[in-house]
T-cell receptor, first 113, second 116 residues
């Protein structure tokens, strides 16, 4: 139980384009999902908290207009990287909350060329 | 604000040897504490967690961790390491947030390498 999927697992896009990453809770409903960013050989940094039916809460320093988050249902949150640049290349991981625990997706490797 | 420190960036142990990964936290109240493992290019898998009660917690894959309030530590241990344990290990502290439940702050991670 408590499986979280992400799609796609890898994506390569050109600079200036937008990319959408999906995070799904497969066997449970999640009112809260989280989006993290991880640079190579570094820890996870929380980007934003996504609550179903309301606006996401972004961490300090994260551009909300660049990283659009939509949590339209209890099983799906999406992160759209708009006008992507090479510095947006990173590993993006989502998690879904059940009570006091978070269950993590497998991550999405984004490469912007 | 809460913080987590993992003093060891890299650790190398021989297969079959014992392992201890250190984790120190800073938080004003009783924390929720977690250890996660991450294989290359993968998401995070929960090894174990401490919420309350017995300070020695058992997890999956033969791991255990001990919460020591006086030392603000939550070290991860395993009596005999297997080659498949080579991975990145993250300690995290959870802070209750009314809207989001448990917000996690991660340590910098410890990369474990296992020698044959």
């Amino acid at each position: 139980g408590a499986v979280v999927s992400q799609h796609p697992s890898r994506v390569i896009c050109k600079s200036g384009t937008s990319v959408k990453i999906e995070c799904r809770s497969l066997d449970f409903q999640a009112t809260t999902m989280f989006w993290y960013r991880q640079f190579p050989k570094q820890s996870l940094m929380l980007m934003a908290t996504s609550n179903e039916g309301s606006k996401a809460t972004y961490e300090q320093g994260v551009e909300k207009d660049k990283f659009l988050i939509n949590h339209a249902s209890l099983t799906l949150s999406t992160l759209t990287v708009t006008s992507a640049h090479p510095e947006d290349s990173s590993f993006y991981i989502c998690s879904a909350r059940i009570l006091y625990e978070q269950y993590f997706g497998p991550g999405t490797r984004l490469t912007v060329t | 604000a809460q913080s987590v420190t993992q003093p060891d960036i890299h650790i190398t142990v021989s297969e079959g040897a014992s392992l201890e990964l250190r984790c120190n936290y800073s938080y004003g109240a009783t924390p929720y504490l977690f250890w996660y493992v991450q294989s290359p290019g993968q998401g995070l898998q929960l090894l174990l967690k401490y919420f309350s009660g017995d300070t020695l917690v058992q997890g999956i894959k033969g791991f255990e961790a001990e919460f020591k309030r006086s030392q603000s530590s939550f070290n991860l241990r395993k009596p005999s390491v297997h080659w498949s344990d080579a991975a990145e290990y993250f300690c995290a502290v959870g802070v209750l947030n009314n809207n989001a439940g448990n917000m996690l702050t991660f340590g910098g991670g410890t990369r474990l390498m296992v020698k044959p």
